[in-house]
């Protein structure tokens, strides 16, 4: 009889326990995915910090943040990342923050960080939230999800911290108005903690790497295009890169974009404002540009393998206008341009100027015009110089940004 009563004890504990463990994998359900081609572009006020290899990326201890080009502003398209740090990644901080244009160039410390992971060393992470707390911000380290039992083998015996493997990549994901982290391992994955206060978009993914230099081995924006069905088992979509190299190809999309003209070389004279048309890179060429009675310089300009919504995460167009003597031709066969003798003159991408950065049919963006008649003594009985430059940043030199044919008038 003792022994019946003993065994009922045991199974009622035992099905308790198991509930409670369970309940940390019952979730809606995500389906991540992330593109290769799909990488971060890290950005910092100064990129010789930041050296990329064909393998891996160096981040350079560095007292400023290190963030992101694109924005996340959705449960769908970039609404997280992903990444894979290196074996002896410590001392650093990445995550999401809704990123200020004026915090961008200030020193910074961890708490810069929204939402972030604490990768300790020893492939030891934490999870850091920014909590507010009688109007006051406060960063504290949050009790894992994951870890309530912290008997759990990777919580090594604590509520905070969690041991991943070697291989594994770590994730931050927004759905539902929270923040998931969530642990790659073995094509499965583990959802580690979601946090427990609102996200304010959109979110910049950031990099606090300010005690020694750390290594990521690959980063990515990841994206869920799946409808979501509450109380569903855990899922991720990943592929081993066996598989992943083994797909076919999809079939082409017709994209609309008119066929590429065939340009017939000159028999005698070369046409000095023809351009080469780009297959595949990004890229913007000037058709045509005009200054008018009133001093109004009239660009017309057509992009090349970027779509309305690769456009509008664009900073600015800026436009270089270089005065030259036509006889002097050190100066005109030069293509470097002197931005000592340049006009630069920037069109930021904001509600004033929503025609400019906008695709016709055509590929064709809005016609740019400027007002030169403030620059009569600069311009005057002059050829000019002309390119236009789509800013990923305010930070980013014109190496990464995408600068177009240079146009004589």
């Known amino acids: 009889m003792i022994q019946i009563i003993f065994l009922i004890l045991f199974l009622f504990i035992f099905l308790i326990y198991s509930k409670s463990n369970k309940e940390h994998f019952i979730i809606d359900k995500l389906n991540i995915k992330f593109d290769k081609n799909n990488e971060i572009l890290w950005l910092c006020k100064d990129l010789i910090n930041i050296e990329k290899s064909n393998f891996s990326t160096l981040f350079k201890k560095y007292n400023y943040p290190y963030y992101s080009n694109s924005i996340i502003n959705s449960n769908t398209i970039n609404n997280g990342i992903i990444f894979k740090p290196n074996k002896e990644c410590k001392n650093m901080f990445i995550g999401l923050t809704n990123l200020k244009n004026e915090n961008k160039e200030k020193i910074i410390e961890y708490e810069l960080l929204d939402f972030g992971f604490d990768l300790l060393g020893n492939n030891l992470v934490k999870v850091i939230e920014k909590v507010e707390i009688e109007n006051k911000k406060k960063y504290f380290f949050q009790n894992l999800d994951y870890c309530n039992d912290p008997n759990i083998e990777k919580c090594i015996k604590s509520n905070n911290t969690y041991r991943f493997e070697d291989d594994d990549m770590l994730a931050l994901v927004f759905h539902n108005n929270l923040i998931h982290y969530i642990i790659i391992t073995k094509n499965t994955g583990i959802l580690i903690h979601k946090s427990k206060n609102m996200v304010n978009l959109p979110l910049n993914a950031i990099i606090v790497n300010n005690e020694n230099d750390n290594i990521l081995e690959e980063y990515y924006f990841t994206s869920n295009d799946y409808n979501i069905k509450e109380d569903s088992i855990w899922s991720v979509e990943l592929s081993s890169k066996i598989k992943y190299n083994q797909k076919e190809l999809p079939k082409l999309a017709n994209l609309g974009r008119p066929g590429e003209p065939v340009i017939k070389k000159p028999v005698k004279k070369q046409n000095k404002n023809q351009f080469e048309i780009p297959k595949f890179e990004r890229a913007i060429r000037i058709k045509d540009a005009t200054i008018d009675k009133n001093n109004i310089l009239n660009i017309n300009s057509q992009i090349y393998n970027m779509n309305q919504k690769t456009l509008n995460t664009m900073y600015s167009i800026k436009v270089i206008i270089t005065p030259f003597d036509e006889s002097n031709k050190t100066n005109q066969s030069n293509k470097q341009i002197d931005n000592n003798k340049s006009l630069n ?25 400027l007002k030169l008649s403030d620059y009569v003594n600069i311009i005057y009985n002059k050829k000019l110089k002309i390119q236009v430059v789509l800013r990923r940043s305010d930070l980013t030199s014109d190496d990464l940004n995408y600068v177009s044919n240079e146009f004589i008038l």
Do not use: M, P
Request: charged residues 25%; proline residues 0%.
């Open 345 to 369: 003159l920037d069109i930021l991408n904001n509600q004033e100027n929503k025609d400019v950065f906008n695709i016709d049919s055509n590929n064709n963006i809005g016609l740019i015009k």
